[in-house]
């Protein structure tokens, strides 16, 4: 048995994609499913829980992955300065593009018309981003600052696991509870 975990785990450090996109495979749909228990849903939406498996492992976990390595490249240093420069430059250059991406490639996912996952991605875009403001600046200066490298698509999957549930809690809402949700945050 040991020896099956050394290879898994010398493939691993050689792919860190492959580790990231498995961590995603599991965690994804995970979070899915605990949101869906959380809001008391009677029957699991197991098809809905899939969408996000695919989503997490085949989108999220690759892009991500790019990303760090663009990010790595362009500040090597551990440093909390330039951990602070990579969360900044994520949360205005990957954070919104991964929103918009996530509801309007789980819209097409769901059979949602090209219309209908623009005008998902338009309703609750912003709302989603404020909150994922308030979140991975801080999450993601930890994660450039004290992560090595090899392990940081998975140190963000297993954060990702509040803010997946968090955007399959949005993903369900409808339009009118958006409106009620802005209103009692003015």
């Known amino acids: 048995m040991s020896t099956v975990y050394s290879k898994v785990v010398l ?16 965690i994804w749909p995970t979070s899915n499913l605990t949101q869906q228990v959380i809001l008391g849903k009677e029957h699991l939406d197991y098809a809905q829980a899939l969408r996000f498996c695919l989503f997490g492992t085949l989108f999220v976990a690759p892009t991500l992955h790019t990303w760090l390595k663009i990010a790595n490249a362009m500040w090597p240093d551990m440093t909390i300065k330039n951990a602070m420069k990579k969360a900044c430059m994520e949360q205005f250059s990957y954070g919104p593009a991964a929103c918009v991406c996530f509801f309007f490639g789980m819209s097409l996912l769901e ?11 338009s309703t609750k875009f912003i709302p989603t981003y404020r909150v994922g403001f308030c979140v991975w600046p801080v999450l993601q200066t ?3 600052a004290f992560i090595p490298e090899r392990n940081r698509v998975p140190f963000v999957s297993i954060c990702s696991f509040l803010w997946s549930s968090f955007l399959a809690y949005m993903k369900q809402l409808e339009a009118k509870d958006l409106v009620k949700m802005e209103h009692i945050a003015k």
């Open 111 to 121: 059979g949602k018309s090209v219309e209908e996952a623009g005008h998902e991605v």
């Open 142 to 144: 930890i994660n450039f």
């Open 11 to 26: 493939f691993t450090r050689k792919y860190p994609l492959i580790r990231g996109m498995a961590s995603y495979a599991v």
